[in-house]
């Protein structure tokens, strides 16, 4: 017997891009990666699709989203299972709970493990968030179906949770393999990744499209094909735009077109498909111009997105502090700040000392 | 710096003019219009340029020759360096060389200007003017040319390639704050206060937005609500779609079995009735009319039978008519007036008889008064006689108590006489008057009695009583005959009257029941007849009311189509059932419109609600671009936060800054100045004060001890004193940096020999630390300088350019 679903996740329907400019087609881009996935599972002839949790945003879903989703869901025609996730718990009020909820799509409403059988020999269980975060999934669970055990869940892997993040109705691959669980299809960190251990498998498809600035891993969905006791999982590409942090290092830079020329080689390759983040940095020579919304408006119209941060130094510190003058002692004062422990004086220190510098050299001013 | 050479191919009244400086001192002598200014500005226009076009004209070569010129100098680092200007297109045509002949413009440059003066002095053009180069009487420091030579001094200090410096830095700061930030002020142009206005309106917005949201979740809910109440409205209306089709097959069979009922029922009604088709036309009504006279004939025979015996009654007897005539012969003859005036004359006669005998009486007793006490009255007479005689005795006798009671007798006797004589006086008049009384009574009984006894004679009767016996039986027996004569009246009548109901009986009797048999026989066939007829109407106003029942059954419809109808709803599986006890089919009835009206209602409201619903789904705009909206908004107001944190930082440290290098400066200049001064003044003057701002130079007076204004010194004094102070200041910009050369444009044109003379090592001592060119019209100063060591340059006076120059 042969079974194939694809499995998805975390697409932020209505998300905010506040990182970067570009927000509205960033949110297109998001809801034809999700008609892709549909398509995708359609050309497969999937038997099932499932929903990592966080297929919208809740706070900002309206009946436009509703109508996005449950078109798709039906043109798939076949059954979608859904567990809802921290993003878009199920409630009273979520777009699960809408009599249109179309009648192949089944949401896991409950924070407690719901069995399906999918197949003979292939049960689903789902796991859903409610708007009170649950508690970790995986403690004390235990599926005993006979046959292949797949498990639906939005939440963190445990040991690949970042250091500041916290982490989300957290697991453990361990965790996965007591449950008995042979394959748990998650939800809920951007970049995609398939674990394994103890026989048991965890995968994350990643959102289709990149959302943030350093989500490492895949960025599309997962085919799991299922046959002869086994589960195959095979990660499957969907984002057609990418997320590109670009460092333009401009030490030595004299004049404003070496500026630009060094900006033009950083952006070489990048297309409108690209949303880029340029940190301007280096020490150019003094009096050097570095205009960030001339880069922007430049070179932002062949790219999806263009935000410049402009962190160039036009000037030696070390030796004007020396100078024996108001400005030198400034330049002392304000560097002496900006090395100090205090953060955000330091930081405010730092833009100090270079928009005193440029008022002394009679440089227009921007924030 | 030191310069070292100047060439100047054509500047001003100069052509073609070589100099040479001296390293320390070199002093250019002159008479006035020789061109000693035209040199200083050389010198600094081939240093920072000629500038504006003004400038540039007022030092163009009166002889048509090249406006250039060439400057060569050293640095303090041994870097020697030689600048070439055409003055023509000043700073756009300069090149700088070294020692080697090579271009170091680019060295010299400040970003795309060549400017030797401004990168090799490190001072502006400004500063290098103000503080360097004195002019022709300006040693001075005060009003304008303090604020210049200060503002000049804040810049040098201040640092930065450009000539604002501090100053124009905090400037700077403060129109970027202005501009990206917006000052508190600023109404309009308050870009942060318009952000966070922007981030307060769109989270309002926002805010609305999902306030739609939640009511979009309420109207949803409300039209499931709605449309469920409506699926189950439905539903019961069907259930009693159902019911009614059954109560209606129930309805049906019913009427049809009560229709073929009372058709069994009016088919027997109309053959009883047919048996009483005789008195079909029987005026029924007129049955009781027929009794009624009946009983009226029979009333008026009777009473005319009773009628007729009491005139029998009434009838006078034949003695009783003989009676009647009888009297009204005698005393009924007599009228009743005729009788009253009988009467009363009686009456008369007899009250006459009556006052006849009481006058009579009356006369009688009267009488008996006169004649009467005769005898008492003359004892009376003769006593008082008497006793009045006595009196008179017993008065001659003097007896007085006698005489009082004698004289008192007297008197009662005579009294008593007068009051007896009086008394039968009056009754012989009573007398008199009863007698006339009686007889006048007597006449009138006379005369009555007379006129009565003639009536009763000439009617033959007795007595005045008889009389009236007689008239009172006359009377009676003619009422009697009256009497017999209206009972007569009456039979007649009545009999009439019994002639007339019998007549009108057998009129009506004929009718109803023949003119066979007695009139009783014919009210009871009359009676029977009517009973029969009333019978008859029973069972035709049955046959009516079962007609009526039977429309009122069948109403419009037809008895077949009912049958049809009943037929097809058992077709369709209706079970004929009959309405609950107590429910009536208008109740049931009405209960399938309310459950219809309901459902309609149920149906309206759900779709309205959905017309509303997708109404306002269309309306609710885009949360995620306004989230984000509000989001980026917030980081660029942390942005401009961030900007104004720093730029007041800056500014901050600038100020702070700038206020202890001018303070720091104007110390070390009061330093510097001090000692100098106390020298050439011989001590007098040992303390010199600069304000830091205004550099208003102060110093202490010996005399009083305390500081005074240097405006209170003598002139030459004075201008020692700010002397000192432009060669302290010139001092203090070399330190740290360039030397600067100080061109004294004649500072001294008002000093005499002796204050020449002591100026001149103030001048020596300050050529020690700076070159010094001094420009002077004063020939002992030239002399006294070159005695000294300065070399000495004359130049021509002649008003043609200058050619020359001796060394």
New interface residues.
């Given amino acids: 017997m042969r079974y194939t679903l694809v499995h998805c996740a975390d697409i932020h329907l209505e998300t905010t891009f506040a990182e970067l400019r570009g927000g509205a087609r960033r949110r297109a881009a998001l809801a034809d990666a999700f008609v892709r996935a549909i398509d995708l599972a359609l050309e497969l002839g999937a038997d099932a699709l499932t929903i990592g949790g966080d297929l919208y945003e809740a706070q900002r879903a309206g009946p436009q989203t509703a109508r996005f989703i449950y078109e798709q869901c039906g043109r798939f025609g076949r059954p979608v299972f859904v567990a809802p996730g921290n993003h878009d718990p199920f409630g009273p009020t979520s777009l699960y709970a809408r009599a249109d909820v179309p009648a192949n799509v089944r949401v896991f409403n409950e924070s407690a493990w719901s069995p399906v059988p999918l197949a003979e020999g292939i049960t689903l269980y789902g796991f859903g968030h409610a708007p009170a975060e649950p508690d970790p999934p995986f403690v004390g669970a235990h599926f005993e179906r006979v046959g292949i055990r797949l498990a639906l869940v939005h939440g963190s892997d445990a040991e690949r949770c970042p250091p500041n993040k916290r982490a989300t109705a957290p697991f453990t691959l361990a965790e996965i393999a007591r449950s008995g669980a042979t394959l748990a299809l998650a939800g809920h960190y951007h970049g995609g990744y398939v674990a394994r251990a103890d026989g048991a498998t965890l995968a994350y498809p990643g959102s289709p499209e990149p959302i943030k600035f350093g989500e490492s891993g895949t960025h599309g969905a997962l085919v799991v094909r299922i046959e002869a006791d086994a589960a195959r999982v095979e990660a499957v590409e969907l984002a057609r735009t990418r997320l590109v942090d670009r460092t333009c290092d401009l030490s030595g830079a004299s004049n404003e077109p070496a500026v630009l020329s060094s900006v033009e080689a950083a952006l070489a390759g990048l297309g409108t498909d690209d949303f880029v983040r340029l940190r301007l940095g280096g020490q150019v020579a003094e009096g050097t111009r570095v205009d960030a919304t001339l880069i922007a408006e430049r070179y932002g119209s062949a790219l999806g997105a263009l935000d410049v941060l402009d962190r160039t130094r036009a000037y030696d510190y070390a030796r004007l502090a020396h100078e024996p003058t108001v400005r030198g002692r400034v330049v002392a004062d304000l560097l002496a700040l900006s090395n100090g422990e205090d953060a955000p004086l330091a930081a405010d220190a730092e833009r100090a000392l270079h928009y005193a510098l440029d008022a002394f050299d009679g440089s227009d001013l921007a924030p | 710096m030191k310069l070292t050479r100047l060439h100047l191919d054509g500047f001003g009244r100069f052509g073609n003019l070589e100099i040479a400086f001296d390293p320390a001192m070199t002093v250019v002598y002159g008479p006035n219009e020789a061109g000693k200014s035209t040199l200083a500005a050389a010198v600094v226009a081939l240093l920072y340029g000629v500038g504006r076009k003004e400038d540039r004209d007022a030092w163009r070569p009166w002889n048509g020759a090249r406006y250039s010129g060439r400057l060569a100098y050293e640095l303090a680092d041994g870097r020697g360096f030689e600048v070439e200007r055409n003055f023509e297109r000043d700073s756009k045509a300069v090149r700088v060389r070294d020692r080697n002949g090579n271009d170091v413009s680019a060295e010299a440059s400040?970003?795309k200007v060549v400017a030797p003066g401004a990168v090799h002095l490190g001072i502006p053009l400004d500063v290098f003017v103000n503080a360097t180069c004195v002019r022709q009487g300006f040693v001075a420091i005060d009003g304008a040319r303090a604020e210049a030579i200060g503002t000049s001094l804040a810049h040098a200090?201040?640092?930065?390639?450009?000539e604002?410096?501090?100053l124009?830095?905090?400037a700077?700061?403060d129109?970027?704050l202005a501009t990206?930030?917006g000052t508190k002020r600023a109404t309009v142009n308050a870009p942060l206060r318009r952000l966070e206005a922007q981030v307060r309106d769109e989270r309002a917005r926002a805010a609305t937005l999902?306030g739609q949201?939640?009511a979009?979740?309420d109207l949803?809910a409300a039209r499931?609500r709605t449309a469920v109440a409506a699926a189950k409205l439905g539903e019961r209306r069907s259930e009693h779609q159902r019911r009614t089709r059954n109560v209606r097959a129930y309805d049906l069979r019913e009427r049809i079995e009560r229709l073929r009922r009372m058709r069994g029922e009016i088919a027997a009604l109309t053959q009883d009735r047919a048996a009483y088709d005789d008195v079909a036309d029987f005026p029924t009504q007129r049955v009781a009319e027929l009794q009624t006279l009946f009983a009226r004939a029979q009333t008026c025979d009777a009473l005319a039978v009773e009628t007729e015996r009491a005139l029998l009654d009434a009838r006078l007897t034949p003695a009783q008519q003989s009676e009647l005539e009888e009297r009204l012969a005698d005393g009924g003859g007599l009228g009743d007036a005729a009788f009253a005036s009988l009467q009363a004359t009686a009456a008369q006669g007899e009250e006459a008889r009556d006052r006849a005998s009481f006058a009579t009486a009356q006369a009688m007793a009267a009488r008996r008064d006169v004649e009467g006490g005769a005898s008492l009255l003359g004892a009376a007479t003769a006593s008082a006689v008497l006793l009045a005689l006595a009196t008179i005795v017993l008065t001659l006798e003097r007896a007085w108590p006698a005489v009082l009671a004698a004289g008192l007798v007297v008197v009662a006797c005579a009294s008593f006489v007068v009051t007896r004589l009086r008394r039968r006086r009056g009754a012989a008049v009573r007398v008199r008057s009863a007698q006339a009384d009686c007889d006048a009574a007597a006449v009138i009984e006379t005369a009555c009695t007379l006129e009565v006894a003639r009536t009763l004679e000439r009617l033959h009767v007795p007595s005045l009583n008889e009389l009236a016996r007689r008239r009172l039986r006359a009377t009676e027996l003619q009422a009697r005959k009256q009497a017999a004569s209206d009972a007569q009246a009456r039979a007649r009548t009545a009999r009439a009257n019994a002639l007339a109901a019998a007549a009108a009986f057998d009129a009506l009797a004929t009718r109803l029941a023949g003119s066979a048999g007695t009139r009783d026989q014919r009210v009871a066939t009359a009676r029977e007849r009517g009973e029969r007829s009333v019978a008859r109407e029973g069972l035709a106003l049955q046959l009516q009311m079962l007609q009526v029942a039977r429309g009122d059954v069948l109403g419009d419809d037809d008895e077949i189509e009912l049958e049809r109808e009943l037929a097809a709803l058992v077709a369709e599986g209706a079970v004929p059932t009959r309405l609950d006890d107590g429910l009536s089919s208008r109740a049931f009835a009405a209960e399938g419109d309310d459950l219809e009206r309901r459902e309609r209602a149920a149906l309206r409201e759900t779709d309205r609600l959905g017309a509303t619903l997708a109404q306002a789904?269309r309306q609710?705009g885009?949360?995620?671009?306004l989230?984000?909206g509000v989001?980026?908004a917030?980081?660029e107001i942390a942005?401009?936060t961030?900007?104004e944190?720093?730029?007041l930082?800056?500014r901050e440290?600038?100020e702070?800054?700038?206020r202890?290098?001018h303070e720091r400066f104007a110390r070390r200049l009061e330093d510097y100045a001090a000692a100098t001064f106390e020298r050439i003044t011989n001590g007098r003057y040992a303390e010199v004060r600069v304000d830091p701002t205004t550099l208003r130079v102060r110093v202490r007076a010996p005399e009083t001890g305390t500081i005074c204004e240097i405006e209170r010194l003598s002139a030459g004094t004075r201008e020692q004193a700010y002397l000192l102070v432009r060669l302290a200041m010139a001092r203090m910009f070399a330190?740290?940096?360039e030397r600067l050369p100080l061109l004294l444009d004649d500072p001294f044109a008002f000093w005499d020999a002796d204050r020449i003379g002591r100026g001149l090592p103030v001048l020596q001592a300050a050529a020690a630390d700076s070159q010094l060119v001094v420009f002077t019209a004063s020939a002992g100063l030239a002399e006294a300088a070159a005695q000294q060591g300065a070399r000495r340059i004359d130049l021509d006076p002649a008003p043609e350019p200058a050619r020359l120059l001796r060394p």
């Fill in positions: 400040l970003g200090l201040d640092g930065g390639p450009r604002d410096a501090a124009g830095a905090l700077t700061l129109r970027a990206h930030v999902r949201l939640r979009l979740d949803r499931e789904e609710i885009d949360l995620a671009a989230d984000e989001a980026l917030e980081i942005r401009l961030a900007f944190r720093a730029i930082l800056a440290r600038i702070e800054r700038t202890e290098a330190e740290g940096a």
